[in-house]
C-alpha cells in the first residue's frame, strides 16, 4: 500500500485496451527513444496509439516527439478547471499517434501519493485506442511499478553492461513481488516478506521465488495456489538495447536464464537494438529513428520487436517522404497447412 489507499491493480480480462509498459531498472539506457518508436511503429503499422509518459519530475518524451513546449503536461490530470481530460492528448503529426506528456515542475511531483496514481490509471482505461504504451520512470519505487504491473503486455529494456543487467534484474523481482504483495494486501506477515523496499527491515529468507515459495508452503499453504499462479502469470519480455558485438546479443539469453533461476520467471527475448550514430543523430535532431530512416538497422530491429509484441511480420519503406508500411499476420501452428 502507497500513501493512504491501495493502488487499483487492472485486469487485463476486463480491459479492452491493450497496455504496454516500457520499464527498467536503470536510468540512461534508452527507455524514452525505444518506447517512443515502438508507439510509432504501431501506428503507422494502422494501430490507434497512444503514447504516455509517466517519468513525472522528470520528463523528456516530448522532445524525442519533436514537441519543444507541450500544451498540457502532467499537473493537468489534477486541474479541476479541465473537466474533460481527454484534451490532455496531444497530436504528434502522426497518423492514428497521440501522445499525453508526463511534463510539469510541480515540486515532489515524481513522488505522487496513490490516490493520484489511482487518478491516472483511470484516465488510462478510459482512452479511446488499440494500444497505449506507457514510459516509465527509472528504479523500483512503487509509483513506477505500479504502473508497469497494470499493463496487458510488459517489456523490460536493459543494455549489455552488467550493472544495467542487474538493475533490470531487481526490477523484474521488484514487479513480481509488488505483485503477490498486492494479492495479499490483507495479510501484514505476507507484506512484511514481499516488501525489500527498505533493505535493513527485509525479510532475505524470502529474496529469490523458490524461498519465498518455501515460506508459503510452511505459513501460508492455503496461499500456495495463489502464489503460484502469480508467479506463472508473470511473463515479461525483454528488449536489449545498444547491442555492439555478437557478445553483446547473448545478454538477453543470460538474463533469461537468471530470471528463469531465481524467480521461476518465464519472460520472453523479444530482440534487440543495436548501437548506431543514426539513433544518436535522430535524437538530436529530434526526428524519430524510425521516421528518420525506417530501413536503418535499429529501425529493422524494432520493427521485429513489434512484430513480436502484435504476432505479425512488419516492413517499413520510405519513398519520396513518405513511409510504407507492409504488414502480416502470423498464423498459429495449429492453421499452417
Not at 533490470?168 to 505483485?179: H, V, Y
Not at 543495436?274 to 529493422?300: A, C
Request: glycine share 8%.
Amino acid at each position: 500500500m502507497v500513501g493512504d489507499s491501495p493502488i487499483k491493480v487492472l485486469d487485463p480480462m476486463t480491459s479492452q485496451i491493450n497496455i504496454i509498459a516500457v520499464g527498467g531498472g536503470k536510468g540512461g539506457i534508452g527507455k524514452s527513444l525505444v518506447c517512443t518508436n515502438l508507439a510509432i511503429g504501431m501506428a503507422l503499422s494502422g494501430q490507434k496509439v497512444i503514447l504516455m509518459d509517466t517519468d513525472f519530475g522528470a520528463s523528456n518524451l516530448h522532445a524525442l516527439l519533436g514537441i519543444n513546449n507541450p500544451a498540457h503536461g502532467f499537473q493537468d490530470f489534477f486541474n479541476d478547471e479541465i473537466a474533460n481530460k481527454q484534451s490532455l492528448l496531444i497530436d504528434t503529426g502522426i497518423s492514428n499517434l497521440k501522445f499525453v506528456s508526463g511534463a510539469g515542475d510541480n515540486p515532489g511531483s515524481a513522488n505522487i501519493d496513490s490516490d493520484k496514481i489511482n487518478t491516472v490509471i483511470s484516465f488510462i482505461k478510459s482512452l479511446d485506442a488499440d494500444t497505449v504504451l506507457l514510459d516509465l520512470g527509472p528504479g523500483t519505487n512503487y509509483n513506477v511499478i505500479d504502473f508497469f504491473n497494470i499493463s496487458t503486455q510488459n517489456v523490460v529494456l536493459t543494455t549489455p553492461e552488467m550493472t544495467s543487467i542487474m538493475k533490470t534484474f531487481s526490477f523484474i523481482r521488484s514487479a513480481l513481488f509488488r505483485r503477490v504483495s498486492l494479492a495479499f494486501q490483507d495479510n501484514p506477515d505476507i507484506q512484511k516478506m514481499v516488501d525489500h523496499s527498505n533493505p535493513g527491515s527485509a525479510d532475505i529468507e524470502a529474496y529469490t521465488t523458490g524461498l519465498l515459495r518455501d515460506r508459503f508452503v510452511e505459513d501460508f499453504p492455503e496461499q500456495l495456489e495463489q502464489f503460484n499462479n502469480i508467479v506463472k502469470d508473470f511473463t515479461p519480455g525483454l528488449v536489449v538495447n545498444r547491442v555492439r558485438s555478437k557478445k553483446d546479443l547473448k545478454t538477453g539469453d543470460n538474463l533469461l536464464k537468471l530470471v528463469k533461476k531465481f524467480l521461476e520467471v518465464e519472460a520472453t527475448y523479444l530482440g534487440y537494438i543495436i548501437e548506431s550514430d543514426s539513433v544518436r543523430e535522430s535524437v538530436d535532431e529530434m526526428i524519430p529513428f524510425l521516421i528518420k530512416d525506417p530501413q536503418s538497422k535499429p529501425s529493422e530491429n524494432l520493427q521485429q520487436i513489434i512484430g513480436a509484441l502484435t504476432n505479425t511480420d512488419l516492413q517499413f519503406v520510405k519513398r519520396d517522404g513518405r513511409i510504407f508500411v507492409s504488414k502480416q499476420v502470423r498464423l498459429s501452428s495449429g492453421w499452417e497447412v
